[in-house]
């Protein structure tokens, strides 16, 4: 694994300490109920019938597990997550799905081949990770081309919004995490070669973007 920096290794040690009660808290009933929003959408970009799935900052599988639960055709699904403790619960659990793999790597610089999956998940998490343009373009890299990229993330826009994540950055003790527009996460994806082809809110904090990789 390349070498993690100190702002990913700390990030990840609360990661750590929070996966044992990662699925019983009040923000994984936020979080699971954002993945049938997320599989609902995915639904209208999947255009092929067997298909390589990838999820960036998978936490402890349970977005992988009710997709491949809930959506025929799926060829491998991987997770990636920086976090040991978070893969080794996703390791555990008994899936249904023919092929899934687990695996403790950074965001920045995945071993995962150039053109090799059809979709990416990226949920709830890019706001940890650093260097958002490095990420949309390992993103680009992993995905074949008309490949579709699935981003659900905070985002800024509002007064509501402006106040409320410098909070909620406090009770996490999250001081590395960076936040973005909506504008910003479209010229992310722009930077990398994505096109936005399906943007809407999920709930009140987040955005739920579908960009297609064109390369
Ligand atoms: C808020 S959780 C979201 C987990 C899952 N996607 C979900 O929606 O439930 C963010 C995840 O990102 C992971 N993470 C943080 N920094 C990372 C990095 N640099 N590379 C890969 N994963 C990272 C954390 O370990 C954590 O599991």
Redesign the pocket.
Do not use: K, Q, R, W
């Given at each position: 694994m390349a070498t993690v920096s100190s702002r990913?290794a700390s990030?990840?040690s609360q990661?750590d300490r929070w996966?044992h009660s990662?699925e019983s808290g009040i923000w994984?009933r936020y979080?699971s109920q954002?993945?049938d929003a997320v599989i609902e959408s995915s639904k209208k970009s999947i255009k092929k019938s067997t298909f390589n799935v990838v999820?960036?900052?998978?936490?402890?599988g349970?977005?992988l597990q009710r997709f491949s639960n809930k959506i025929p055709g799926v060829n491998a699904l991987t997770g990636?997550?920086?976090?040991k403790e978070?893969i080794k619960i996703a390791r555990n659990k008994k899936y249904t799905a023919k092929k899934i793999v687990f695996s403790v790597?950074?965001?920045?610089s995945m071993s995962l081949e150039t053109s090799e999956y059809d979709v990416v998940f990226?949920?709830?998490?890019l706001h940890?990770?650093?260097d958002h343009r490095e990420v949309f373009k390992e993103f680009s890299r992993i995905l074949r081309a008309g490949g579709t990229l699935i981003l659900?993330e905070l985002f800024t826009d509002g007064l509501a919004r402006k106040s409320w994540l410098p909070i909620m950055k406090k009770i996490f003790n999250e001081r590395d995490v960076e936040f973005h527009n909506r504008k910003e996460l479209i010229a992310l994806g722009k930077s990398a070669n994505f096109s936005l082809i399906d943007g809407k809110n999920y709930g009140y904090f987040s955005a739920l973007n579908i960009y297609e990789a064109a390369k």
């Open positions: 990913e990030s990840v990661f996966s990662y994984s979080f954002s993945y999820d960036v900052g998978c936490g402890t349970l977005f990636i997550d920086l976090s978070m790597e950074s965001s920045s990226c949920l709830n998490a940890h990770f650093p659900l």
